[in-house]
């Protein structure tokens, strides 16, 4: 069996999440999501608008997941090799860049295969949440 594995925030849920999933799900047999806890979240500087809870919940009912559990650290070797993945999957933004290299070696020695998607083009949650921040600020403008 395929063992696939990816991590996230997923707050605001959104179409390039689902893609990553369906995407990562065709590669593999089984697809674990890690999702961010919330004092992880907070100790990269931000604070996640749907709680843990909530977006574990989301998660684990999008039918191309497996099993959602929860990611307690940024340490994805070490998650992989407790899964007993083959695959890690991540978006493009990472490609090419000199920590995510360096981590190829590393996952390669443990038979471990980094896979990259692209991102879908012109979505985000933190576009989301900007567009929200703007439409409340313009609904206060207009009940005063």
Excluded at 11 to 37: E, Q
Excluded at 46 to 55: L, T
Excluded at 78 to 97: E, I, P, Q, R
Aim: proline share 2%; aromatic share 12%.
């Amino acid at each position: 069996m395929v063992i696939g594995y990816t991590t996230g925030v997923y707050d605001l849920f959104h179409i390039g999440h689902l893609n990553l999933f369906k995407n990562a799900k065709g590669m593999c047999d089984k697809l674990i999501v890690g999702v961010t806890v919330d004092e992880l979240v907070q100790y990269k500087g931000k604070n996640a608008m749907i709680p843990f809870e909530d977006r574990i919940e989301l998660v684990r009912s999008c039918k191309y997941v497996d099993a959602a559990v929860p990611q307690q650290d940024m340490d994805k070797l070490t998650a992989c090799k407790k899964l007993g993945a083959s695959y890690l999957f991540v978006g493009d933004d990472w490609y090419g860049t000199d920590k995510w290299k360096k981590y190829e070696s590393e996952f390669e020695q443990e038979g471990i295969k980094i896979v990259y998607f692209p991102y879908t083009k012109g979505i985000s949650s933190t576009k989301i949440s900007s567009a929200l921040g703007a439409v409340r600020k313009d609904d206060l403008h207009e009940f005063k």
